[in-house]
Each structure stands twice: as C-alpha cells, then as structure tokens.
T-cell receptor
Framework: NAGVTQTPKFQVLKTGQSMTLQCAQD?????MYWYRQDPGMGLRLIYY???????DKGEVPNGYNVSRLNKREFSLRLESAAPSQTSVYFC??????????????FGPGTRLTVT | RKEVEQDPGPFNVPEGATVAFNCTYS??????FFWYRQDCRKEPKLLMS???SGNEDGRFTAQLNRASQYISLLIRDSKLSDSATYLC??????????????FGRGTSLIVHP
C-alpha cells in the first residue's frame, strides 16, 4: 500500500514549456486534490475531483488543467509554464464519509522551478 | 476575514515546555476539523482529528470550541522532534458531498535544547 505517489519529484522548466504532474492513490478514495504551496501562502487548492469523471476549480486554477483519468489517477497539466508557477505541488486524496480514513493523505510533492 | 486563521509564530520554546496553538474559523457550519504536521520540505501528515468532545493522544490534546469558532492544539513536554509547522484544517458542511478542506497557513514551532 503506497498511499499517494507523485512524479516527478523535481522539475525545472523554461518559460512556455508544458508538463504534466502525475498523481496516483491506491486507497480507493473518491476525492483527489491538487495544491500548490508557496512560502508564507500556505496550501492553496488548484483543482479537485470529488469522484471519478468530475473535476472542479479551486482557489487558483488559472494556468492549469486537470484530468481524472480513473479512480486512482489525477494529473495536473501546465500548458505554458510561467515563473509564477514555481512552487511545490502536492496531490492529496481523501476517504469517503463513513470510511476510517476520512482525512486527507498527501503525496511527497513535486518541486517545480520555472526559469 | 480569512476562512481559517492561525498565528504564524514562530513559537520558540525550550524542551519540556507546554505550548498551545489556536486556530479560528469563519464558517459556523464547519463540520470536521484536523491538525496536520508539516516538516520542512515534506508533505503534511495528519497529527490528529479534533472531535467535539476533545481528544488526547499522548502529549497532544486537541479541543474544539464551536461557540467561539476555534480549535486548539496543546503539546505537553515538548521534544526537539516536535519542531515543525502545524496546520489547522477545517471542512465545511457542504451539500452534494463536495467537501473542500480549507487549510490555515500554519504555525511554526521551534523547540530548543
């Protein structure tokens, strides 16, 4: 049981390049989330998916797209990276009401630098 | 007013001290509450859930005050290993099942010898 996994762990992009951050969970959770964390800003929600086949915008969705490929996987895409997207990105999943694991579980993060 | 507010600190305490953090929330219909711990450059990890009746786990005690809309975390007998950032998480009572956790910005704790 690996929990929540993310790839890559580190990435450097040039402005205008694109990339996809991958996230997978093996806990059969319905809900998945993408956050970014910047110094002094705390965790900010980019997008979330309450269940397979649905996605919704969070607090800071501009410049990002997501895909809930199946129940396990939730990817985040930067179509044209900008220096303002330099951040640490965390994926999380959350158990379902009534399940023991109702709290969020986080992946180890992706540290992205855009030059 | 921010939805979830925490004093960023840092709280700088000696080993063995007792330290308490508060977290206030603005949505009176909030349903679930958690404390997470985040070490430098690592992912947040659940420290404890916060129940209406309060709960204790070893040196850690969490309390919920719905009337004043805050939760608290008390750490007794602080250890050097308790040094971290403590994040407060509040989940509103949303219809339709789309529960969106809201995070505070965290309180930094430094325990020194």
């Amino acid at each position: 049981n690996a929990g929540v996994t993310q790839t890559p762990k580190f990435q450097v992009l040039k402005t205008g390049q694109s990339m996809t951050l991958q996230c997978a969970q093996d806990m059969n959770h319905n809900s998945m989330y993408w956050y970014r964390q910047d110094p002094g800003m705390g965790l900010r929600l980019i997008y979330y998916s309450a269940s397979e086949g649905t996605t919704d915008k969070g607090e800071v969705p501009n410049g990002y797209n997501v895909s809930r490929l199946n129940k396990r996987e939730f990817s985040l895409r930067l179509e044209s990276a900008a220096p303002s997207q330099t951040s640490v990105y965390f994926c999380a999943s959350r158990g379902n009401p009534g399940q023991e694991s109702y709290e969020q579980y986080f992946g180890p993060g992706t540290r992205l630098t855009v030059t | 007013r921010k939805e979830v507010e925490q004093d960023p600190g840092p709280f700088n305490v000696p080993e063995g001290a007792t330290v308490a953090f508060n977290c206030t929330y603005s949505n009176s219909a909030s349903q679930s509450f958690f404390w997470y711990r985040q070490d430098c450059r690592k992912e947040p990890k659940l420290l404890m859930s916060v129940y209406s009746s309060g709960n204790e786990d070893g040196r850690f005690t969490a309390q919920l005050n719905r009337a004043s809309q805050y939760i608290s975390l008390l750490i007794r007998d602080s250890k050097l290993s308790d040094s971290a950032t403590y994040l407060c998480v509040v989940i509103p009572n949303a219809s339709g099942g789309s529960y969106i956790p809201t995070f505070g910005r965290g309180t930094s704790l430094i325990v020194h010898p």
